[in-house]
Structure formats: structure tokens, C-alpha cells
């Protein structure tokens, strides 16, 4: 597997011709000669959780008649449950199950976010598990209350971090406005909206979103906050 990675190159194809090669050092390299080996590993994770699932009431309920037990992306996996011996027995049996096709759980990806309950016993595999109040999968942040806010927050925090990086372009006199903004859309934006269709459609979200773009825009424009320029007008300008 190593072998297969180590000094891969490729070519492109834009505007109709077919670019130099280059080597490939980061990404999923989606189109290598693994991923039918990568494709074949989720169908072994579907079979260990088919293999492991405890039948009844062991999941949350999802529909009158249907509980949701797991989700999972790859081999990224989430059990759900709604007590903790429920969840202590599905990773048991999922640990088991993995073992032996020689896979192990990594402990030190795991982790527990528990809700609304006053259990205090830990899951454990080898020893305890981490339990958090909030962790990332697959770039989003996800709090043990559920919901978007908890997204949304980090997510800002984050965006300002970018956002701060751009001060020699917002101060620039050099660039056009016009141009500033397009930065601003490719290199914050992007960041601050990223998984933005799984995120809750509230007035609270929207608004605090908003606020932070009208913030940015101000400071590309260069408006203090004494002057007298309503937020719409400074979008207007920047479309």
C-alpha cells in the first residue's frame, strides 16, 4: 500500500489540454489503484455491524416503528443508545467482531458524548473511553446537546482566525474593494459556511452569521463604527 503511494504523479485535464505531470502529495486520491480496496473495506465495516448488532430497542427511536442504532462514513463510526449498558455491549461486540478480521477500535479516536442523563459510568474498551462535550467528526463540530449552535460558535471562531490573516489585504490600498471582497468570499467564507446544509434554518443561526459577514464587509470597506452606513448599503456596494 505504501509502495503504491510513494512518488505517484498525475496529469490533468483543463481547457481541453492535458497538463505536465506532478506529483501527489496530500488527498484522498479518490482515483488511485486503492480505492476499489478502500470500497471493499466499507462493505467489511457494514458486515461487522451487521455481525454485532443486538436486535430490539437497542438504538434511539427513530419513527414509531424504527430506531436508528449506527451511522456510519468509511470507517468512521457513530453508535447510539439510549442507556449505557446498551452502549457498553455494542462496542464489545463491535470490538469483537472487528478483531476478528484484525481490526481494532482506536481508543484514542474514540469518544463518548453523553445527554440529559445521570449515569456517570464510563464505556469502556481496554480501559475507560474519553468522554467530551464536544468533538469534531469529518470537519463539523458536534456538541452532546445536538442541535447547530455548537457548530456555528466554533465555526465563527475559526473564521475570524482566517479572516484575521487577510488584515494586509483589507488594508491594502492597492486592490479594488471589489476585489478584497472576492477574497474574502474564497478564503473566509467558505470556512465560515462549510457544512452549512446540516445546520439548523433558525433566526439565531442566521442572524449570527450575518453578523459576522457585516462585520468583515465594514472592515473591508474601511467603515467606522461612528460613521453612519447601514449594513445593507455595505453589501450593496460589495455585490
Not at 443486538?54 to 451511522?71: E, P, V
Not at 462514513?73 to 446498551?86: K, N, V
Request: a positive charge.
Amino acid at each position: 500500500m505504501r509502495n503504491s503511494y510513494d512518488g505517484l504523479h498525475c496529469k490533468v485535464v483543463h481547457g481541453g489540454q492535458l497538463t505536465d505531470s506532478f506529483q501527489v502529495k496530500i488527498g484522498v486520491r479518490q482515483g488511485c489503484s486503492l480505492s476499489l480496496s478502500l470500497f471493499s473495506f466499507h462493505l467489511v465495516v457494514d458486515w461487522i455491524m451487521k455481525t454485532s448488532a443486538s436486535q430490539g430497542k437497542h438504538g434511539i427511536q427513530w419513527r414509531a416503528w424504527m430506531w436508528l442504532h449506527d451511522l456510519f462514513f468509511a470507517d468512521d463510526l457513530a453508535l447510539l443508545s439510549h442507556t449505557h449498558q446498551q452502549m457498553q455491549m455494542k462496542t464489545t461486540s463491535i470490538a469483537a467482531a472487528s478483531e476478528s478480521l484484525n481490526l481494532n477500535i482506536h481508543k484514542g479516536k474514540t469518544k463518548i458524548p453523553k445527554y440529559n442523563t445521570e449515569n456517570t459510568n464510563l464505556v469502556t474498551l481496554d480501559g475507560a473511553l474519553e468522554e467530551v462535550k464536544t468533538f469534531v467528526l469529518l470537519g463539523s463540530f458536534i456538541g452532546k446537546q445536538g442541535g447547530s449552535d455548537t457548530e456555528v460558535n466554533e465555526r465563527t471562531d475559526e473564521t475570524r482566525a482566517e479572516f484575521l490573516q487577510l488584515k494586509n489585504i483589507c488594508n491594502s490600498k492597492q486592490l479594488a474593494a471589489n476585489n478584497k471582497v472576492r477574497i474574502f468570499n474564497t478564503n473566509v467564507k467558505i470556512v465560515q459556511l462549510y457544512g452549512a446544509e446540516t445546520w439548523r434554518n433558525t433566526t439565531a443561526i442566521i442572524n449570527k452569521v450575518q453578523v459576522f459577514v457585516n462585520n468583515c464587509l465594514r472592515k473591508i470597506l474601511n467603515v467606522r463604527w461612528p460613521d453612519a452606513i447601514s449594513n445593507s448599503h455595505c453589501v450593496c456596494v460589495c455585490v
